[in-house]
């Protein structure tokens, strides 16, 4: 089994810049796949960035040139470095794991871009 646990989430004004965080309980090292998704009120949740053990990166056009995932897995940690945020990328932020066949998921944690 793997445990997520998301941080850095908050409160920023158009323009900004947050890192969100996402610790799992295993070495991540043996994780073959990780990611971020996101849901706003009243939408589906949606892909936003992927990165595999190999740190091949994909991510959604919508955030393609402003958002940046990484794995230090050192740390066992995933980051979502999050550039010129706009009110459009307000939602709660999930990591996610795919391990073993399994999909296991973050808590989340509110991300809310609004001046």
């Known amino acids: 089994q793997v445990q997520l646990v998301e941080s850095g989430g908050g409160l920023v004004q158009p323009g900004g810049s947050l890192r969100l965080s996402c610790a799992a309980s295993?070495?991540?090292?043996?994780?073959?796949?990780m990611g971020w998704y996101r849901q706003a009120p009243g939408k589906q949740r949606e892909l936003v960035a992927t990165i595999t053990r190999d740190a091949s990166t994909g991510y959604a056009d919508s955030v393609k040139g402003r958002f940046t995932i990484s794995r230090d897995n050192a740390k066992n940690t995933m980051y979502l470095q999050m550039n010129s945020l706009k009110p459009e990328d307000t939602a709660v932020y999930y990591c996610r794991a795919t391990y073993i066949a399994s999909v296991y998921w973050g808590q989340g944690t509110q991300v809310t871009v609004s001046s």
């Open positions: 295993r070495t991540i090292f043996s994780i073959p796949a």
